[in-house]
């Protein structure tokens, strides 16, 4: 079992940035996959971004450009670098890993201001 804890949500103007954090624990070994979702007020939770164990990422096109997803295997700590930020960003933002099963954080509060 795999234990995330995010943080570094918060309030930002448009065009700023911010940067999230999700702490690993416990059978982080057998984390094949990590990634960042959100869910926006009314919407679905909708994948942003991915990175494999190898290194391989995947953004969703509409933070292309703008996103970064970086991970720290010594901290055990996976990033999501947020530039040029936009009102649309305005979501809570969900860590998630797969490792044989998946694992989910408690989400921090992303809100872009215009």
């Known amino acids: 079992q795999v234990q995330l804890v995010e ?3 918060g309030l930002v103007q448009a065009g700023g940035s911010l940067r999230l954090s999700c702490a690993a624990s416990g059978s982080i070994f057998s984390i094949r996959i990590m990634g960042w979702y959100r869910q926006a007020p009314g ?5 942003v971004t991915t990175i494999t164990s190898s290194g391989t990422t995947y953004y969703t096109d509409s933070v292309k450009g703008r996103f970064t997803i970086s991970r720290d295997n010594a901290k055990n700590t996976l990033y999501l ?10 979501a809570v933002y969900f860590c998630w890993a797969y490792s044989g099963s998946t694992s989910w954080g408690q989400g921090t509060q992303v809100t872009v201001s215009s």
């Open 7 to 9: 943080s570094g949500g």
């Open 43 to 47: 919407k679905q939770r909708e994948l």
């Open 81 to 90: 670098q947020m530039n040029s930020m936009k009102p649309d960003d305005t």
